[in-house]
Nanobody, 119 residues
Framework: QVQLVESGGGLVQAGGSLRLSCAAS????????MGWFRQAPGKEREFIAR????????IYADSVKGRFTISRDRATNTHYLQMNSLKPEDTAVYYC????????????WGQGTQVTVSS
């Protein structure tokens, strides 16, 4: 089992920045894929970004490419989502997730953290 705990959400003005953190515990993350998703009210959950824990390879949704950066710190078992140039449409609950393979469903999820961007 892997436990994921997010932090770093909050209220920010449009154009501002936030960094979300996701601390993992429970087992080694070698070979895992770590991701970030978000869900706005009345909308489906949306993929944001993912990173290979061992490779560092990253993939982003078009909606955040160039503004958001996913990274990981293997020493602390934490991965991050740096969000710059935030827009009101980025307002959502953000979730971190982990899966044991490069493809397929995510096996573990954090509790979510609210990000609100005011105009």
């Amino acid at each position: 089992q892997v436990q994921l705990v997010e932090s770093g959400g909050g209220l920010v003005q449009a154009g501002g920045s936030l960094r979300l953190s996701c601390a993992a515990s429970g087992r080694t993350l070698s070979g895992y894929t770590m991701g970030w998703f978000r869900q706005a009210p009345g909308k489906e959950r949306e993929f944001i970004a993912r990173i290979g824990w061992s490779t560092g390879f990253t993939i982003y949704a078009d909606s955040v490419k160039g503004r958001f950066t996913i990274s990981r710190d293997r020493a602390t078992n934490t991965h991050y989502l740096q969000m710059n140039s935030l827009k009101p449409e980025d307002t959502a609950v953000y979730y971190c997730a982990a899966r044991t393979t490069n493809y397929g469903d995510y096996d573990y999820w954090g509790q979510g953290t609210q990000v609100t961007v005011s105009s």
